[in-house]
Structure formats: C-alpha cells, structure tokens
C-alpha cells in the first residue's frame, strides 16, 4: 500500500446520491452509507444551487430527481468515510456552483472534516501519496473553479434516450460480457472540458479557499485526445472520459492511455443514456490502467458483479495494486496491449461438484410451483478478450441439491486481470430462466483446493445458505 494512488485500482461510484435511475429517483444519504459500507472509496456528488440560491442543493441535475443537502451527505461520509476500510476516501465534487456557494462548500467541507482533509495547497502534486500514507484522511477532486452558468439554457443534458436498448429487452441480470460495444454520439453528461490556462474561462474570481481544498485537479485542457494525455512530469491530474470517449480512443490512442495511467489518474463513468442506472464493462478501462471505473452502485447486473468481484481482493479495502506490467514500460519504451496475441501464463481448472442451501433461503414455489427446481451452473472468465469465456453445466432436474460433478479448464494470458465468474439458474421450459445466486471472484487471490463458495442475490447480498462446493487447481 506504499505505491503512489496512481498505481491502484480504486472502488469507484457514480452518482452516489441516487437510490435509482437517473432520471426520477430520491437522492440521499443512504446509498453514499451503504457505498462506504461494502468497501467503496470515491463518492461522487453532483452539486447545485437551491431554488433560493442560497445553499447546496446534492441531485443529478436537469432531471426530476429529488435533492438531498449537501451538509447531510458530508456529515454521513465523515461517520461512515472507515468503517469497511482505513484507506482514503476520495470525495469527486461535480461542481455548477457560483463562486459564492462555492466558497460555501469549502467551509463546509472544512469544518465538516477537519484534520480528517488532506489539502496540499493551490499547485497540483507532482506525485500522488500512497494509500498508507493517506490513512483516515478525506481528499477532494474536482475542477479548479469556473464560471457558473445560468440554469436558463436547461436543456436535457441527455438526448437520444431513444438510442440506448431498453433494459427490459434484456436479461433481467443483465447483458452478458462483450468487448463489441457500439459507439454512438452521446459522450455522458459530464464535461471535464474546461481550460484552466484560458483566461476566458475564468472571468469571475476564483474562491481561493475552494481550490485549496483540491487535492487531486482533474481537467482536460485544451485540444483534443493527443493533448488530453500528454504527461507532465512536473505535474499529476486526474482525466474523466465516458465509456464512449474509452472506447474511441482505445482504437487510436491505447498505448497513450496506459503511458498516461502509469503517473496519472483516468475517471470513466457511465454514458448518460444509462436513465436506468445500468453500467458498462469495466474491464475495457481496467485492462487499459484506469483506475476510477465509475459505477451505478444501485444498478445492479454482470457489471457490477465484475465489479464487486474485483475489490474482494487486498482484503476488501477498495484499492487493488495494478499488475506491474501495466505500470512500466518495456526495455524499447512499449507498453502492454491488451489485444495483443499473447502466450498461455497458467491455466485455472475449476470443478463444479454439487451446490445446496436453495432448499433454506427460498420458498417451495419460488422456482417451480409443482415440482423441485431445475438447476444449471455457468462458470467463466471475465478478462482480457482472448481470455473471456464462459461454460455451462448440464441442467439437473427435480433437486434441490444438484450434484453436477464437472470440470472446466480455462487457459489464462492475463490471469492478473482475471475474474472467475459463478452464476447458477434454474431452467425454465416456458418462461425466462430464474436467478438462482452469483459469485465473482478475483482469480490471483484464488486458493487451490475444496472450497465452499457462498453464492450472492442479484443485489450483491450474499444468501445465508446457499454454497457451491468446488475445486480450484492452477496446472
């Protein structure tokens, strides 16, 4: 834990405030609580002025969400900011304040944590501390003041809801893993377009104590891509992209993007057409050294168990070191791709013997009115494309403890980067297949031998009962 922020995965939120979709839900403090409960480390909160402009409202705005006050939620991160974890929280501010309430929110935000803060002053780092260094202290990260615009030009920030497929169309657990994402025009509904060298970006007086606060800049400057991810050896910053602008520019700047992540930190988050607070693949950003994937905590689906799976690992303390290889360049200055053609490193051979606990946790009818259930297992990788797979058990019909006895072998180029995946159904001659548990688990913190592994709700609650027992062999 004594690399530089830089070098970690972090367990990233989204619109920490929701308690649901983007569009119509409460804001609260609620699920910024149970966020900080399972382990995660970055809140965001979207701030804006009340009606009266005179306080801090927290909501997704332009949208018929309902706010919470901001003071509300920075008093709950202080109470909960370590109980999961003793590693920093990163609070992500997306700021539409005048520079009057702006300086509001650095008041708040000081008395609020104290000594909890850590605040290196006005100038950007020149190298991000460690996570043991920054035990039990709070960071903030968020552009350096800009002008507020009036709120009179409201237009949706998201357009085209039209484009996005309806989430019912698709599996009630979500769509399975895929690397062929279509790309369209709709970049979010966040901008880190902003110029801090433009002086007519600044024609209102900056709240000098507000950019105090910021320890981590975040920002895009000027131009385009190529400039977005230039590296200052002088200086560290944060970049945010959508999962769009990712995936375009892994095609022409790929390499860039890790150079780019070996010193600083890249943010990705949701496309603003997910109104049903669904998520992407965070392996696409994971596997290109992003460390703050951002993720719809209260969306729930193969993404984010991906992503509860991956911050199992170190502990459950939501910062998981990068694999080296993503950290270094090579002896001709090359850096790792993760579509390149790559030998087997270890090959991970899983066998699925019998599941139970059904029997405890659900009632008699709740998978098949007239008779015992039917169940099947899917057992899989998530990871680099050339290692993502996933298999399938035979079905076992009428028992409620299924004794499948199988094996599976899974080849694995990145196993760093590797998630083993566990679902199990229940097979449904007429209707869709029932939700029967899940599980994912960090594959280079996996132990060989016989294991019982609980199974989790769609929610990511683990079930009292239920458990597979399997077997775990690196060969």
Known sequence: MNAPLSHYFIYNGHNSHLTGNQLSSDCSDAPIVNALHRGVRVIELDIWPNSTKDDIHVLHGRTLTTPVELIKCLRSIKENAFTASEYPVVITLEDHLT??????????????????LFCPGEECLKEFPSPESLKKRVMISTKPPKEYLQAKDAKAKESGSNKGKDSSEEEAWGREFSFKTKIDDDDGDEDDGFDEEDPK???????VEYKRLIAIHAGKGKGGMQDWLRVDPEKVRRLSLSEQELEKAIITHGREIVRFT?????????????????????????????????FNMQGYGRSLWSMHGMF???????????????????????????????????????????????????????????????????IGIAGVPSDTVMKKTKT???????????VF???????????????????????????????????????????????????????????????????
């Open 312 to 378: 199992r690992a170190n502990g459950g303390c939501g910062y998981v070191k990068k694999p080296d290889f993503l950290l270094r360049a090579g002896p001709l200055n090359e850096v790792f791709d993760p579509h390149a053609k790559l030998p087997v490193k270890t090959t991970l051979k899983v066998t699925v013997y019998m599941g139970e606990g059904w029997y405890y946790d659900f009632h008699r009818t709740h998978f098949d009115a007239y008779s015992p259930p039917d169940f099947y297992a899917r």
């Open 409 to 475: 072998v899974y080849p694995l180029t990145v196993p760093e980067l590797a998630l083993l995946r566990i679902e199990v159904h229940e097979y449904d001659m007429s209707e869709k297949d029932d939700f029967a548990g899940q599980t994912c688990l960090p594959v280079p913190e996996l132990r060989q031998g016989i294991r019982a592994i609980p199974l989790h709700s769609r929610k990511g609650e683990e079930y009292k009962s239920v458990k597979l027992l399997m077997r775990f062999e690196f060969v």
């Open 99 to 116: 520079p009057d309430l702006q300086a509001k929110v650095a008041e708040m935000i000081k008395e609020t944590f104290g000594d909890m």
């Open 396 to 406: 076992l019909e009428d028992n409620w403890i299924p004794t499948w006895d199988e």
């Open 201 to 207: 970006s600044q024609q209102i007086a900056e709240p």
């Open 262 to 294: 070996q010193r600083n930190i890249l943010r990705v988050y949701p496309k603003g057409i997910r109104f049903d607070s669904s998520n992407y693949n965070p392996l696409i950003a994971w596997m290109h050294g992003a460390q703050m994937v951002a």
